[in-house]
């Protein structure tokens, strides 16, 4: 075994995926001993490529970190267009009633990655790529982080094998929460998987987006450059079956489905599936530990709320180590503060998406009508809809 540190660094961030390098990135001119250590190769991608929808904020987040301008295909979203299949009750959301330029923008996961790990690099921020932390053990003086590392990671110059760091704080934000075993994740199995794909249509229309709720599952659209990003959720079979379709079965199926609201779709590319549950950690805080982004909730893609939520997590645990002295990091007080500090917006997102995915899933023919009611009530109550846009756009803190 290696041991690289005798004293314990500040902080260690097991995870340089989009929530664990941001955070890296927030803590820039901290004057902290930092280092990043993630699993994937140097330049790879540590979870399957998709399209995120990301709120105003998140916007806000990178361009203060000094991302937002590096990344080039950018899309605002600036109405979404909610209704549901065969049955009555719609509403849109625009840009106005935020108060906002958009409601959103979306842009490619490994586009941002790859503009994450530059920002690294220029910052100078340590970080170990091929560095699959095993386990994490904590005292009340520190964090040990076991790593198992592959030659030629860490800048090119570490030796194969196993490497153990201290940090006064483990920031694990590895996806899944894995890593830290103190932290308990519930886990509730949607039994639907969501399959992606960039569709092509002959009606574009710039800047409107598509989110239908129909008996299968939630579809939505969202405009991608001169395309759309779709997101297709049903049953593992179903999915299964779309995939081994030919393109044009493909988008057939895929238009009668989706109704006529976004014209008649000539061109797929890239399918892909996801299995998709709900997992969260009903504390995010341990021993000298935090769990942060999907390693502290990974949600149902059917309100882009997954990584939003994750970027405030991100935004309020770095206010909190900026705002407090070196040699409070990871102590039980400071991590009590984070822990108050989160709950609110945590719980409310939770509780949002799920209560979504189980208030569409419903078959029963009546379930269609509160829904209805629902959707219409939104768009005929301007103050209701201006609240439910801030919700989404910011999250409840
Ligand atoms: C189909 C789909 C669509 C989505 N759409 C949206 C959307 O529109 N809007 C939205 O806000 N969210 C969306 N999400 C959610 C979003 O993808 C996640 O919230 C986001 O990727 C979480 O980022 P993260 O950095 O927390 O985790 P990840 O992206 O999973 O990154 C984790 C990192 O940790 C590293 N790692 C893993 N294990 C270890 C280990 N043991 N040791 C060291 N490193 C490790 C990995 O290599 C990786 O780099 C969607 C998700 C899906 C599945």
């Avoid at 004057?31 to 929808?53: E, N």
């Avoid at 979306?106 to 220029?122: F, G, K, N, T």
């Avoid at 995939?243 to 779709?265: I, P, Y």
């Avoid at 959707?375 to 919700?391: E, G, I, Q, S, Y």
């Amino acid at each position: 075994m290696v041991s690289d540190a005798i004293d314990p660094l500040d902080v260690v961030i097991v995870g340089g995926g989009p929530a664990g390098a941001t955070l890296a990135l927030a803590l820039r001119d901290s004057g902290f001993d930092y280092r990043v250590l993630d699993a994937r190769p140097r330049g790879g991608l540590g979870i399957g490529d998709r399209t995120l929808a990301l709120a105003h904020n998140a916007r806000l987040l990178f361009e203060r970190v000094g991302v937002w301008d590096k990344l080039a295909s950018v899309t605002p979203i600036t109405t979404i267009d909610v209704s549901q299949r065969g049955a009555f009750g719609i509403t849109r959301l625009d840009a106005s009633d935020a108060g906002v330029p958009a409601l959103g923008y979306v842009i490619r996961y490994s586009e941002l990655q790859a503009a994450l790990d530059a920002a690294l690099h220029d910052a100078g921020i340590a970080i170990d790529f091929g560095a699959r932390v095993a386990s994490v053990a904590a005292d009340d003086a520190a964090s040990r982080i076991r790593v198992v590392a592959h030659a030629g990671s860490r800048n090119g110059d570490a030796p194969a094998g196993q490497v153990e760091y201290s940090a006064r704080l483990v920031v694990v934000a590895d996806g899944t929460g894995e890593s830290l075993r103190e932290i308990h994740r519930r886990r509730i199995d949607y039994h639907q998987h969501a399959l992606t794909a960039i569709v092509t249509s002959d009606a574009m229309k710039p800047g409107v987006a598509y989110e239908r709720f129909t008996k299968d599952g939630p579809a939505a659209l969202l405009p991608f450059g001169t395309n759309y990003a779709l997101i297709w959720t049903a049953t593992p079979a179903r999915v299964t079956e779309l995939l081994e379709q030919d393109d044009a079965s493909f988008l057939a199926t895929l238009h009668r489905h989706f109704g006529d609201r976004a014209g008649r779709f000539t061109a797929v590319t890239g399918r892909h599936a996801f299995p998709l549950s709900l997992q969260f950690a009903a504390r995010v805080t341990g021993t000298r530990s935090v769990v942060l982004g999907n390693a502290a909730q990974a949600l149902h893609p059917i309100a882009g709320q997954g990584f939003n939520l994750g970027l405030r997590d991100v935004w309020t645990l770095a206010e909190t180590l900026l705002d407090g002295d070196r040699g409070a990091i990871g102590s039980a007080t400071q991590l009590a503060a984070y822990e108050r500090s989160r709950r609110v917006d945590r719980w409310a997102g939770v509780a949002m998406t799920h209560s979504l995915v189980r208030a569409f899933a419903n078959e029963h023919p009546l379930a269609a009508l509160p829904r209805g009611l629902g959707l219409t009530l939104l768009d005929c109550v301007p103050p209701l809809k201006r609240a439910f846009a801030r919700a989404m756009l910011n999250g409840l803190r």
